[in-house]
């Protein structure tokens, strides 16, 4: 029987950040950007991201999504509230889904304190960010083709899509693409990361050839090896990250130039699949 072309009709964008609803940066135009495009093309999408404490609730219309919180997600034995808001992006007719909780980003900012120390507990938010998004996806029994991921706090995506959640009907088909950028951090995940991260019978083993403390380089090296395919979005990006990719035989687009960009993904999305 002739198998069947798959097409990404359907792809979920996981975004560190987005404009309007925190400053620009190369992430977050794109996170505004390249969904809006790809919608325009014809496919359906879906948008999440965090809800930093800086993200103003009042002004940006955020909106709690009652029939998709109240879900609990157990990290480091700990009982964290997963609770989902939604705003509207009118001029593009988006929605964005924001990812939030009490602990890990009510009145706190995106990635460093007002001081510019980066969080203790940014490896735990990463962790949450991850499966917040994907039980989320999950209960709303939508299938996306390709999920892709920008900024380092959705870099646990791959992992999970292709260990923990590989039997749910949401990701069965789901192919993961990764977006590198400049945007790393400096200090590690403190030892006990890797452990932390484990979830529903997923096993150490996942974890070979990554070592701890986890730098940023060694949390891109485990988005490499679990993703389908990579997008070069940064023009200082470890040479050593290429090469991993490169080993692992992974297909690495890239950087596409900015009028070319939304057509040059929507382009590497239908050869991954």
């Given at each position: 029987k002739e198998r069947k072309m798959m097409k990404a009709n359907k792809v979920l964008f996981i975004t560190q950040e987005i404009t309007p609803f925190v400053p620009e940066s190369t992430i977050a135009n794109i996170g505004r950007s390249l969904p809006q495009a790809?919608?325009?093309?014809?496919k359906e999408i879906?948008?999440?991201?965090?809800?930093?404490?800086?993200?103003?609730?009042?002004?940006n219309q955020l909106h709690e999504v009652q029939r998709l919180s109240g879900m609990n997600l157990i990290i480091d034995d700990t009982d964290h509230p997963l609770i989902i808001k939604v705003a509207s992006l009118q001029a593009a007719r988006m929605q964005v889904y924001f990812i939030d909780n009490d602990d890990y980003f009510q009145n706190r900012r995106m990635t460093t304190d007002e001081n510019g120390k980066e969080y203790s507990?940014?490896?735990?938010?990463?962790?949450?960010?991850?499966?917040?998004?994907?039980?989320?996806?999950?209960?709303?029994?939508?299938?996306?083709e390709i999920i892709h991921c920008h900024g380092w706090i959705t870099a646990l995506t791959p992992l999970y899509v292709k260990s923990a959640y590989k039997e749910e009907p949401s990701f069965r088909s789901s192919k993961v693409v990764i977006s590198l950028y400049d945007d790393n951090f400096n200090d590690t995940f403190p030892a006990g990361f890797l452990q932390k991260t484990?979830?529903?019978?997923?096993?150490?083993?996942?974890?070979?050839?990554?070592?701890?403390?986890?730098?940023?380089?060694?949390?891109a090296k485990l988005a490499?090896?679990?993703?389908?395919?990579?997008?070069?979005?940064?023009?200082?990006?470890?040479?050593?990250?290429?090469?991993?990719?490169k080993s692992l035989g992974k297909p690495i687009l890239p950087k596409p130039a900015d009028d070319e960009y939304a057509e040059a993904c929507n382009n590497f999305y239908e050869t991954i699949i």
């Open positions: 790809t919608q325009d093309s014809g879906r948008v999440f991201t965090p809800r930093w404490g800086t993200i103003n609730i009042r002004r507990d940014n490896d735990e938010r990463a962790i949450f960010f991850a499966r917040g998004v994907l039980e989320t996806v999950k209960k709303t029994n939508w299938c996306p484990l979830h529903r019978g997923m096993d150490i083993e996942l974890f070979d050839g990554i070592k701890e403390p986890t730098s940023y380089e060694e949390l490499i090896k679990f993703c389908d395919g990579i997008i070069i979005n940064g023009d200082n990006i470890s040479p050593a990250l290429i090469d991993y990719a």
